[in-house]
Protein backbone atom coordinates (compact mmCIF):
# COMPACT_ATOMS: atom_id res chain seq x y z
CA UNK A 1 0.00 0.00 0.00
CA UNK A 2 0.87 3.34 -0.80
CA UNK A 3 1.32 6.20 2.03
CA UNK A 4 -1.31 8.42 1.80
CA UNK A 5 -1.80 11.91 3.04
CA UNK A 6 -4.32 14.36 3.65
CA UNK A 7 -3.17 16.71 0.62
CA UNK A 8 -6.30 16.53 -2.01
CA UNK A 9 -5.17 16.63 -5.29
CA UNK A 10 -8.13 15.85 -7.25
CA UNK A 11 -11.95 16.56 -5.50
CA UNK A 12 -15.44 15.86 -7.32
CA UNK A 13 -18.36 17.18 -5.95
CA UNK A 14 -22.31 16.26 -6.74
CA UNK A 15 -21.15 14.63 -10.19
CA UNK A 16 -24.24 14.19 -12.74
CA UNK A 17 -24.04 13.76 -16.36
CA UNK A 18 -27.74 12.79 -18.54
CA UNK A 19 -28.21 10.95 -21.62
CA UNK A 20 -31.13 11.09 -23.22
CA UNK A 21 -33.46 7.93 -21.34
CA UNK A 22 -30.02 7.65 -19.33
CA UNK A 23 -28.66 8.92 -15.89
CA UNK A 24 -25.52 7.98 -16.01
CA UNK A 25 -23.70 9.39 -13.05
CA UNK A 26 -26.01 10.63 -10.18
CA UNK A 27 -24.40 13.04 -7.81
CA UNK A 28 -20.78 11.68 -7.30
CA UNK A 29 -18.60 12.47 -5.12
CA UNK A 30 -14.89 11.38 -4.95
CA UNK A 31 -11.28 12.79 -3.61
CA UNK A 32 -7.99 11.67 -4.49
CA UNK A 33 -4.64 13.06 -2.07
CA UNK A 34 -1.61 12.67 -2.37
CA UNK A 35 0.73 9.85 -2.31
CA UNK A 36 -3.21 7.53 -2.65
CA UNK A 37 -4.32 5.01 -4.63
CA UNK A 38 -8.03 5.30 -5.23
CA UNK A 39 -9.82 2.38 -7.36
CA UNK A 40 -12.96 2.59 -8.96
CA UNK A 41 -14.91 -0.17 -9.17
CA UNK A 42 -18.34 -1.37 -10.79
CA UNK A 43 -20.56 -3.29 -13.50
CA UNK A 44 -20.37 -2.36 -17.13
CA UNK A 45 -22.75 0.99 -17.17
CA UNK A 46 -21.99 1.43 -13.57
CA UNK A 47 -21.19 5.20 -14.54
CA UNK A 48 -16.79 4.32 -14.75
CA UNK A 49 -16.26 5.26 -18.41
CA UNK A 50 -18.12 8.18 -17.96
CA UNK A 51 -16.36 9.01 -14.90
CA UNK A 52 -13.53 8.98 -16.64
CA UNK A 53 -14.73 10.97 -20.26
CA UNK A 54 -16.13 13.66 -17.97
CA UNK A 55 -12.27 14.17 -16.39
CA UNK A 56 -9.86 13.55 -19.64
CA UNK A 57 -12.95 16.60 -20.93
CA UNK A 58 -14.81 14.65 -23.77
CA UNK A 59 -18.12 14.71 -22.14
CA UNK A 60 -19.53 18.30 -20.35
CA UNK A 61 -21.19 17.30 -16.88
CA UNK A 62 -24.31 18.43 -15.97
CA UNK A 63 -24.84 21.87 -14.36
CA UNK A 64 -24.03 21.71 -10.52
CA UNK A 65 -21.42 19.51 -10.83
CA UNK A 66 -17.96 20.09 -9.51
CA UNK A 67 -14.33 18.86 -10.72
CA UNK A 68 -11.69 20.36 -8.91
CA UNK A 69 -7.46 19.92 -8.95
CA UNK A 70 -5.38 20.93 -6.24
CA UNK A 71 -1.40 21.93 -6.64
CA UNK A 72 1.20 21.33 -3.50
CA UNK A 73 1.00 25.29 -3.16
CA UNK A 74 -3.30 25.41 -2.79
CA UNK A 75 -4.01 26.60 -6.27
CA UNK A 76 -7.01 25.27 -7.32
CA UNK A 77 -8.04 24.40 -11.04
CA UNK A 78 -11.97 23.89 -11.64
CA UNK A 79 -13.80 23.02 -14.85
CA UNK A 80 -12.82 22.68 -18.13
CA UNK A 81 -9.04 23.30 -17.37
CA UNK A 82 -9.24 20.40 -14.85
CA UNK A 83 -8.91 17.95 -16.92
CA UNK A 84 -5.59 19.63 -18.30
CA UNK A 85 -3.95 19.04 -15.25
CA UNK A 86 -4.72 15.00 -15.47
CA UNK A 87 -3.26 12.72 -17.21
CA UNK A 88 -4.80 9.27 -18.87
CA UNK A 89 -3.31 5.91 -19.43
CA UNK A 90 -6.33 4.32 -21.52
CA UNK A 91 -6.77 0.77 -22.61
CA UNK A 92 -5.34 0.93 -25.92
CA UNK A 93 -2.45 3.11 -24.57
CA UNK A 94 -2.13 5.54 -27.62
CA UNK A 95 1.29 4.23 -28.74
CA UNK A 96 2.57 3.43 -32.32
CA UNK A 97 3.83 0.36 -32.59
CA UNK A 98 6.25 1.02 -35.58
CA UNK A 99 8.40 4.13 -33.23
CA UNK A 100 10.84 3.25 -30.82
CA UNK A 101 10.10 4.26 -27.23
CA UNK A 102 12.33 7.73 -27.87
CA UNK A 103 9.88 8.89 -30.43
CA UNK A 104 6.51 7.72 -28.67
CA UNK A 105 7.91 9.93 -25.69
CA UNK A 106 8.45 12.63 -28.29
CA UNK A 107 5.54 12.97 -29.58
CA UNK A 108 3.47 15.85 -28.63
CA UNK A 109 6.23 17.79 -27.40
CA UNK A 110 6.56 21.38 -28.15
CA UNK A 111 10.04 21.74 -29.73
CA UNK A 112 10.02 25.75 -30.35
CA UNK A 113 12.36 26.83 -32.73
CA UNK A 114 13.97 23.78 -32.46
CA UNK A 115 11.26 22.26 -34.65
CA UNK A 116 13.37 22.33 -37.92
CA UNK A 117 16.71 21.51 -36.22
CA UNK A 118 18.03 18.22 -35.93
CA UNK A 119 17.33 16.49 -33.10
CA UNK A 120 19.34 15.72 -30.15
CA UNK A 121 19.28 11.76 -30.48
CA UNK A 122 21.50 10.82 -27.65
CA UNK A 123 20.58 13.30 -25.14
CA UNK A 124 16.78 11.86 -26.04
CA UNK A 125 17.87 8.26 -25.69
CA UNK A 126 19.11 9.21 -22.01
CA UNK A 127 15.89 11.23 -20.98
CA UNK A 128 14.05 8.17 -22.42
CA UNK A 129 16.43 5.82 -20.55
CA UNK A 130 15.63 7.83 -17.49
CA UNK A 131 12.33 8.10 -17.57
CA UNK A 132 11.72 4.13 -17.64
CA UNK A 133 13.98 3.62 -15.23
CA UNK A 134 12.14 5.67 -12.85
CA UNK A 135 9.67 2.90 -13.06
CA UNK A 136 12.45 0.00 -12.36
CA UNK A 137 12.14 -1.29 -15.94
CA UNK A 138 15.24 -1.16 -18.49
CA UNK A 139 14.66 -2.35 -22.24
CA UNK A 140 16.22 -0.90 -25.70
CA UNK A 141 14.49 2.30 -26.00
CA UNK A 142 15.92 2.07 -29.93
CA UNK A 143 13.37 -1.04 -30.41
CA UNK A 144 9.44 -0.72 -32.05
CA UNK A 145 7.31 -0.62 -29.13
CA UNK A 146 5.43 -3.04 -30.71
CA UNK A 147 8.22 -5.48 -29.92
CA UNK A 148 8.15 -4.48 -26.67
CA UNK A 149 6.14 -6.96 -23.58
CA UNK A 150 2.68 -5.74 -22.90
CA UNK A 151 3.87 -4.38 -19.71
CA UNK A 152 6.60 -2.44 -20.97
CA UNK A 153 4.52 -0.56 -23.26
CA UNK A 154 2.39 -0.16 -20.70
CA UNK A 155 5.86 1.72 -19.08
CA UNK A 156 6.18 4.00 -21.84
CA UNK A 157 2.21 5.07 -21.69
CA UNK A 158 2.84 5.93 -18.47
CA UNK A 159 6.04 7.93 -18.51
CA UNK A 160 4.91 9.92 -21.43
CA UNK A 161 1.87 10.92 -19.55
CA UNK A 162 4.48 11.92 -17.07
CA UNK A 163 7.33 13.38 -18.80
CA UNK A 164 6.24 17.16 -18.41
CA UNK A 165 5.40 16.71 -14.87
CA UNK A 166 7.08 19.60 -13.38
CA UNK A 167 6.45 18.27 -9.91
CA UNK A 168 5.01 14.81 -8.12
CA UNK A 169 1.52 16.46 -7.02
CA UNK A 170 -0.34 15.78 -10.32
CA UNK A 171 -3.12 12.70 -10.45
CA UNK A 172 -2.71 9.46 -12.80
CA UNK A 173 -5.67 8.12 -14.39
CA UNK A 174 -5.40 4.37 -15.11
CA UNK A 175 -8.37 3.27 -17.14
CA UNK A 176 -8.12 -0.57 -17.54
CA UNK A 177 -4.04 -0.80 -18.10
CA UNK A 178 -4.01 -4.36 -17.36
CA UNK A 179 -6.47 -5.63 -19.97
CA UNK A 180 -4.06 -7.15 -21.97
CA UNK A 181 -1.33 -8.12 -18.68
CA UNK A 182 -0.82 -11.40 -17.30
CA UNK A 183 0.54 -12.85 -13.73
CA UNK A 184 3.73 -11.07 -13.60
CA UNK A 185 3.32 -8.07 -16.52
CA UNK A 186 0.61 -7.03 -14.21
CA UNK A 187 3.22 -6.84 -10.84
CA UNK A 188 5.82 -4.86 -13.09
CA UNK A 189 3.14 -2.35 -13.99
CA UNK A 190 1.60 -2.64 -10.45
CA UNK A 191 6.08 -2.08 -8.80
CA UNK A 192 5.53 0.95 -11.43
CA UNK A 193 2.46 2.51 -10.10
CA UNK A 194 3.30 2.08 -6.39
CA UNK A 195 6.15 4.35 -7.25
CA UNK A 196 4.29 7.05 -8.67
CA UNK A 197 2.46 7.00 -5.80
CA UNK A 198 5.17 7.09 -3.52
CA UNK A 199 6.62 10.05 -4.92
CA UNK A 200 3.62 12.05 -3.67
CA UNK A 201 1.26 11.69 -7.12
CA UNK A 202 -2.57 10.64 -6.99
CA UNK A 203 -3.63 7.61 -8.77
CA UNK A 204 -7.07 6.94 -9.82
CA UNK A 205 -7.26 3.14 -10.93
CA UNK A 206 -10.30 1.86 -12.72
CA UNK A 207 -10.46 -1.70 -13.17
CA UNK A 208 -12.43 -5.44 -13.61
CA UNK A 209 -10.05 -6.97 -11.71
CA UNK A 210 -11.23 -7.64 -8.07
CA UNK A 211 -7.61 -9.29 -6.71
CA UNK A 212 -5.69 -6.67 -8.30
CA UNK A 213 -7.55 -3.61 -7.03
CA UNK A 214 -7.80 -5.43 -3.58
CA UNK A 215 -4.11 -5.52 -3.84
CA UNK A 216 -3.20 -1.99 -5.28
CA UNK A 217 -5.61 -0.08 -4.09
CA UNK A 218 -5.76 2.22 -0.43
CA UNK A 219 -9.42 3.25 -1.09
CA UNK A 220 -11.81 1.73 -3.27
CA UNK A 221 -15.11 3.64 -4.42
CA UNK A 222 -17.86 1.48 -5.91
CA UNK A 223 -20.24 2.74 -8.39
CA UNK A 224 -23.82 0.90 -9.15
CA UNK A 225 -26.45 2.79 -11.55
CA UNK A 226 -24.51 6.01 -11.63
CA UNK A 227 -24.19 6.41 -7.85
CA UNK A 228 -21.42 5.71 -5.76
CA UNK A 229 -23.09 3.14 -2.83
CA UNK A 230 -19.22 2.70 -1.12
CA UNK A 231 -16.24 4.67 -0.34
CA UNK A 232 -14.34 1.94 1.83
CA UNK A 233 -10.22 1.57 2.86
CA UNK A 234 -9.39 -1.84 0.84
CA UNK A 235 -8.78 -3.29 3.80
CA UNK A 236 -11.90 -3.35 5.57
CA UNK A 237 -13.18 -5.56 2.72
CA UNK A 238 -12.53 -8.71 0.79
CA UNK A 239 -13.47 -10.30 -2.80
CA UNK A 240 -16.64 -11.79 -1.81
CA UNK A 241 -18.07 -8.43 -0.15
CA UNK A 242 -16.60 -6.15 -2.84
CA UNK A 243 -18.54 -8.35 -5.66
CA UNK A 244 -21.75 -7.76 -3.22
CA UNK A 245 -21.53 -4.14 -3.46
CA UNK A 246 -21.07 -3.69 -7.20
CA UNK A 247 -23.95 -6.01 -7.78
CA UNK A 248 -26.19 -5.17 -5.11
CA UNK A 249 -26.71 -8.99 -3.94
CA UNK A 250 -24.85 -12.01 -3.07
CA UNK A 251 -23.63 -13.71 -6.00
CA UNK A 252 -22.64 -17.64 -5.28
CA UNK A 253 -20.26 -19.25 -7.83
CA UNK A 254 -21.90 -21.07 -10.49
CA UNK A 255 -23.21 -24.42 -9.60
CA UNK A 256 -22.83 -26.28 -12.50
CA UNK A 257 -25.18 -29.37 -13.22
CA UNK A 258 -23.72 -31.10 -16.30
CA UNK A 259 -26.09 -33.78 -17.55
CA UNK A 260 -24.34 -37.46 -17.67
CA UNK A 261 -21.23 -37.56 -20.58
CA UNK A 262 -22.80 -38.30 -23.49
CA UNK A 263 -21.07 -39.56 -27.00
CA UNK A 264 -17.98 -37.43 -28.16
CA UNK A 265 -19.14 -34.14 -30.30
CA UNK A 266 -15.69 -33.23 -30.76
CA UNK A 267 -12.46 -35.60 -31.78
CA UNK A 268 -9.24 -33.54 -32.69
CA UNK A 269 -6.32 -35.41 -33.80
CA UNK A 270 -2.78 -34.50 -35.10
CA UNK A 271 -4.18 -30.87 -35.36
CA UNK A 272 -0.89 -28.74 -36.43
CA UNK A 273 -0.51 -24.86 -37.73
CA UNK A 274 0.92 -21.51 -36.26
CA UNK A 275 1.89 -22.33 -33.04
CA UNK A 276 0.12 -26.02 -32.44
CA UNK A 277 2.10 -29.26 -32.89
CA UNK A 278 -0.36 -32.09 -33.05
CA UNK A 279 -3.04 -31.67 -31.12
CA UNK A 280 -5.57 -34.32 -30.01
CA UNK A 281 -8.29 -33.57 -27.69
CA UNK A 282 -12.00 -35.09 -27.50
CA UNK A 283 -14.74 -33.02 -25.73
CA UNK A 284 -18.24 -35.50 -25.16
CA UNK A 285 -21.92 -34.19 -25.05
CA UNK A 286 -22.51 -32.57 -21.72
CA UNK A 287 -18.87 -31.56 -20.89
CA UNK A 288 -17.09 -28.41 -20.62
CA UNK A 289 -13.21 -29.21 -21.55
CA UNK A 290 -10.59 -26.15 -20.06
CA UNK A 291 -7.02 -25.49 -22.18
CA UNK A 292 -5.37 -23.25 -20.61
CA UNK A 293 -1.25 -22.47 -21.14
CA UNK A 294 1.02 -19.46 -21.19
CA UNK A 295 1.46 -16.58 -24.17
CA UNK A 296 2.81 -18.33 -27.08
CA UNK A 297 1.46 -21.56 -26.15
CA UNK A 298 -0.81 -22.47 -29.12
CA UNK A 299 -3.91 -21.55 -26.70
CA UNK A 300 -4.92 -18.56 -28.49
CA UNK A 301 -5.16 -20.44 -31.84
CA UNK A 302 -6.71 -23.31 -30.91
CA UNK A 303 -10.67 -22.58 -31.15
CA UNK A 304 -10.25 -20.66 -34.50
CA UNK A 305 -8.21 -23.29 -36.28
CA UNK A 306 -10.93 -25.93 -34.92
CA UNK A 307 -13.48 -23.42 -36.51
CA UNK A 308 -11.92 -23.25 -39.85
CA UNK A 309 -11.31 -19.60 -39.38
CA UNK A 310 -7.59 -20.32 -39.33
CA UNK A 311 -6.31 -23.34 -41.82
CA UNK A 312 -4.42 -26.25 -40.08
CA UNK A 313 -1.09 -27.00 -41.63
CA UNK A 314 -2.59 -30.87 -41.20
CA UNK A 315 -4.46 -32.82 -38.70
CA UNK A 316 -8.13 -33.90 -38.17
CA UNK A 317 -11.35 -32.09 -36.88
CA UNK A 318 -14.55 -34.64 -36.29
CA UNK A 319 -17.60 -33.49 -34.87
CA UNK A 320 -20.15 -36.18 -34.13
CA UNK A 321 -18.03 -38.77 -35.72
CA UNK A 322 -18.17 -36.61 -39.28
CA UNK A 323 -15.04 -35.35 -40.96
CA UNK A 324 -14.71 -31.46 -40.97
CA UNK A 325 -13.59 -29.29 -43.63
CA UNK A 326 -10.17 -28.02 -43.10
CA UNK A 327 -10.54 -23.60 -43.34
CA UNK A 328 -14.50 -24.01 -43.84
CA UNK A 329 -16.39 -21.58 -40.99
CA UNK A 330 -19.49 -22.37 -42.73
CA UNK A 331 -19.17 -25.66 -42.77
CA UNK A 332 -18.53 -25.72 -39.13
CA UNK A 333 -21.57 -23.58 -38.30
CA UNK A 334 -23.65 -25.99 -40.62
CA UNK A 335 -22.21 -28.89 -38.37
CA UNK A 336 -23.38 -27.48 -35.40
CA UNK A 337 -20.37 -25.26 -33.82
CA UNK A 338 -20.83 -22.07 -32.41
CA UNK A 339 -17.87 -20.29 -31.87
CA UNK A 340 -16.91 -16.85 -29.45
CA UNK A 341 -13.33 -15.33 -30.53
CA UNK A 342 -11.38 -13.30 -28.13
CA UNK A 343 -11.55 -10.56 -30.30
CA UNK A 344 -15.12 -9.97 -30.22
CA UNK A 345 -15.32 -6.15 -32.19
CA UNK A 346 -12.96 -7.66 -34.72
CA UNK A 347 -13.98 -10.81 -35.45
CA UNK A 348 -17.47 -12.20 -32.99
CA UNK A 349 -19.50 -9.18 -33.97
CA UNK A 350 -20.85 -6.84 -36.16
CA UNK A 351 -20.76 -3.28 -33.98
CA UNK A 352 -22.36 -0.85 -36.18
CA UNK A 353 -25.17 -3.68 -36.53
CA UNK A 354 -27.81 -4.13 -33.44
CA UNK A 355 -28.24 -6.28 -31.17
CA UNK A 356 -31.24 -7.71 -33.02
CA UNK A 357 -29.73 -8.32 -36.01
CA UNK A 358 -26.33 -9.86 -35.07
CA UNK A 359 -28.32 -12.40 -32.68
CA UNK A 360 -30.42 -13.59 -35.52
CA UNK A 361 -27.47 -13.00 -38.04
CA UNK A 362 -26.11 -16.42 -37.88
CA UNK A 363 -29.30 -18.18 -39.10
CA UNK A 364 -32.38 -15.96 -40.81
CA UNK A 365 -34.04 -19.07 -42.67
CA UNK A 366 -36.63 -19.93 -39.71
CA UNK A 367 -37.69 -15.91 -39.90
CA UNK A 368 -38.01 -15.96 -43.39
CA UNK A 369 -41.43 -16.45 -45.52
CA UNK A 370 -42.70 -16.51 -48.75
CA UNK A 371 -40.01 -15.23 -51.20
CA UNK A 372 -37.25 -14.91 -48.63
CA UNK A 373 -39.12 -12.08 -46.96
CA UNK A 374 -37.76 -11.24 -43.66
CA UNK A 375 -40.74 -11.58 -40.99
CA UNK A 376 -39.60 -8.41 -38.79
CA UNK A 377 -42.13 -9.53 -36.30
CA UNK A 378 -41.05 -12.53 -35.43
CA UNK A 379 -37.27 -11.43 -35.24
CA UNK A 380 -38.06 -9.38 -32.90
CA UNK A 381 -40.03 -11.30 -31.03
CA UNK A 382 -37.28 -14.08 -30.88
CA UNK A 383 -34.68 -10.72 -30.31
CA UNK A 384 -36.80 -9.58 -27.22
CA UNK A 385 -36.61 -13.19 -25.79
CA UNK A 386 -33.20 -14.05 -25.79
CA UNK A 387 -32.42 -10.70 -24.60
CA UNK A 388 -34.73 -11.37 -21.43
CA UNK A 389 -32.74 -14.84 -21.08
CA UNK A 390 -29.44 -13.58 -21.15
CA UNK A 391 -30.52 -10.23 -19.14
CA UNK A 392 -29.52 -8.23 -21.79
CA UNK A 393 -28.94 -4.55 -20.27
CA UNK A 394 -30.65 -2.38 -21.64
CA UNK A 395 -33.42 -4.47 -23.14
CA UNK A 396 -33.17 -2.35 -26.77
CA UNK A 397 -32.52 -4.87 -29.67
CA UNK A 398 -32.62 -1.99 -31.80
CA UNK A 399 -29.88 -0.38 -30.55
CA UNK A 400 -26.02 -0.20 -32.02
CA UNK A 401 -23.97 -3.02 -30.39
CA UNK A 402 -21.19 -0.42 -29.97
CA UNK A 403 -23.49 1.28 -27.72
CA UNK A 404 -23.33 -1.64 -25.25
CA UNK A 405 -21.15 -2.52 -22.79
CA UNK A 406 -18.24 -4.89 -23.14
CA UNK A 407 -20.57 -7.32 -20.44
CA UNK A 408 -23.28 -7.03 -22.56
CA UNK A 409 -21.91 -7.60 -26.20
CA UNK A 410 -20.58 -11.09 -24.80
CA UNK A 411 -24.18 -12.36 -24.26
CA UNK A 412 -25.45 -11.13 -27.53
CA UNK A 413 -22.00 -12.73 -29.31
CA UNK A 414 -22.82 -15.97 -26.71
CA UNK A 415 -26.62 -15.32 -27.72
CA UNK A 416 -26.67 -15.69 -31.79
CA UNK A 417 -24.67 -19.64 -31.15
CA UNK A 418 -27.03 -20.58 -28.05
CA UNK A 419 -30.30 -19.54 -30.33
CA UNK A 420 -28.73 -22.50 -33.02
CA UNK A 421 -28.83 -24.90 -30.50
CA UNK A 422 -25.30 -26.05 -31.03
CA UNK A 423 -23.67 -29.16 -31.08
CA UNK A 424 -20.31 -27.69 -29.47
CA UNK A 425 -19.57 -24.38 -28.25
CA UNK A 426 -16.05 -23.17 -28.97
CA UNK A 427 -15.19 -20.19 -26.49
CA UNK A 428 -11.74 -17.89 -26.61
CA UNK A 429 -11.46 -16.02 -23.34
CA UNK A 430 -15.51 -15.64 -22.80
CA UNK A 431 -15.20 -13.44 -19.78
CA UNK A 432 -12.46 -11.27 -21.07
CA UNK A 433 -13.12 -7.52 -20.03
CA UNK A 434 -16.59 -7.80 -18.34
CA UNK A 435 -17.43 -6.93 -15.07
CA UNK A 436 -18.38 -9.20 -12.34
CA UNK A 437 -22.43 -9.89 -12.79
CA UNK A 438 -21.57 -10.36 -17.02
CA UNK A 439 -19.48 -13.10 -15.72
CA UNK A 440 -21.36 -14.92 -13.27
CA UNK A 441 -24.29 -14.98 -16.04
CA UNK A 442 -22.07 -16.06 -18.94
CA UNK A 443 -20.69 -18.65 -16.81
CA UNK A 444 -24.89 -20.22 -16.09
CA UNK A 445 -25.06 -19.57 -19.81
CA UNK A 446 -22.02 -21.96 -20.80
CA UNK A 447 -23.21 -24.42 -17.92
CA UNK A 448 -27.07 -24.58 -18.94
CA UNK A 449 -25.41 -25.43 -22.54
CA UNK A 450 -23.60 -28.03 -21.52
CA UNK A 451 -26.74 -29.22 -18.87
CA UNK A 452 -28.34 -29.18 -22.25
CA UNK A 453 -26.57 -31.69 -24.11
CA UNK A 454 -23.62 -29.75 -25.87
CA UNK A 455 -19.98 -29.94 -26.02
CA UNK A 456 -18.51 -26.69 -24.72
CA UNK A 457 -14.41 -26.22 -25.28
CA UNK A 458 -13.22 -23.31 -23.11
CA UNK A 459 -9.97 -21.51 -24.05
CA UNK A 460 -9.24 -19.36 -20.66
CA UNK A 461 -6.04 -17.47 -19.30
CA UNK A 462 -8.32 -17.04 -16.04
CA UNK A 463 -7.29 -20.07 -13.71
CA UNK A 464 -10.10 -19.17 -11.29
CA UNK A 465 -12.63 -19.39 -13.90
CA UNK A 466 -11.49 -22.51 -15.50
CA UNK A 467 -11.41 -24.53 -11.57
CA UNK A 468 -15.12 -23.15 -11.66
CA UNK A 469 -16.15 -24.20 -14.93
CA UNK A 470 -14.26 -27.21 -16.27
CA UNK A 471 -15.05 -30.99 -15.65
CA UNK A 472 -11.29 -30.99 -17.40
CA UNK A 473 -8.58 -29.20 -18.02
CA UNK A 474 -5.80 -29.37 -20.96
CA UNK A 475 -2.51 -27.27 -20.59
CA UNK A 476 -0.55 -26.33 -23.68
CA UNK A 477 3.23 -25.95 -23.89
CA UNK A 478 4.85 -25.50 -26.96
CA UNK A 479 1.66 -25.69 -28.73
CA UNK A 480 1.70 -29.72 -27.35
CA UNK A 481 -0.96 -30.84 -24.90
CA UNK A 482 1.48 -31.14 -21.94
CA UNK A 483 -0.62 -32.46 -19.52
CA UNK A 484 -4.51 -33.05 -18.21
CA UNK A 485 -5.88 -31.78 -14.69
CA UNK A 486 -9.64 -33.85 -13.89
CA UNK A 487 -12.40 -32.44 -11.68
CA UNK A 488 -11.00 -33.47 -8.57
CA UNK A 489 -7.47 -32.25 -9.65
CA UNK A 490 -8.51 -29.35 -10.68
CA UNK A 491 -6.72 -25.79 -8.67
CA UNK A 492 -5.05 -22.88 -9.66
CA UNK A 493 -2.16 -24.10 -8.76
CA UNK A 494 -2.27 -27.05 -10.30
CA UNK A 495 -2.66 -25.35 -13.41
CA UNK A 496 0.20 -22.73 -13.03
CA UNK A 497 2.38 -25.06 -12.73
CA UNK A 498 1.52 -27.55 -15.54
CA UNK A 499 1.27 -24.29 -17.56
CA UNK A 500 5.05 -22.91 -16.02
CA UNK A 501 6.19 -27.11 -16.05
CA UNK A 502 7.17 -27.23 -12.86
CA UNK A 503 5.21 -29.97 -12.56
CA UNK A 504 5.02 -33.49 -14.15
CA UNK A 505 1.14 -34.45 -14.97
CA UNK A 506 0.61 -37.56 -16.40
CA UNK A 507 -1.04 -36.55 -20.17
CA UNK A 508 -4.43 -38.08 -20.91
CA UNK A 509 -4.48 -41.34 -22.54
CA UNK A 510 -8.09 -41.74 -23.95
CA UNK A 511 -7.73 -39.22 -27.28
CA UNK A 512 -8.38 -40.04 -30.73
CA UNK A 513 -6.27 -42.55 -32.09
CA UNK A 514 -3.98 -40.48 -34.92
CA UNK A 515 -5.29 -41.12 -38.73
CA UNK A 516 -4.91 -39.14 -41.76
CA UNK A 517 -3.63 -35.58 -42.04
CA UNK A 518 -5.69 -32.94 -43.35
Avoid at 166 to 184: F, Q, Y
Avoid at 403 to 420: F, P, T
Wanted: hydrophobic share 40%; proline share 4%; aromatic share 4%.
Amino acid sequence: MSVATDTPLLRVRGLSKAFPGLLALDGVDLTVSSGEIVAVVGQNGSGKSTLVKILAGVYQADPGSEVEVYGSDGTRVTGAMAGAELRFIHQDLGLIGTLNTVENLDLGLAYGHRLLAPSRRKAERARARELIARFGASFDVDLPVASLTASERTIVAIARALSDWTGSDHVLVLDEPTAALRGEESGRLFEAVRRVADEGAGILFISHHLEEVLDLADRIVVLRDGQKVADTPADHVDEKQLVELIVGREVDPAVLKHKDRGEAVLEVSGLSGATLREIDLRVNAGEIVGVTGIIGSGRERLTETIFGAARADAGVVRVSGRRLPAGDPRAAVAAGLGFVPADRHRAGAVMTMSARENLTLPRMSPLRRRFGRLDAKAERREAASWAADVELRPPEMDRPLELYSGGNQQKVVIAKWLRNDPRLLLLDEPTQGVDVGAKAKIHELIGEAAAGGAGVLVCSSDTEELTVLCDRVLVLRDGKVAAELRRDALSETALLNASMGLAEIPQPTDYPQKDDHA
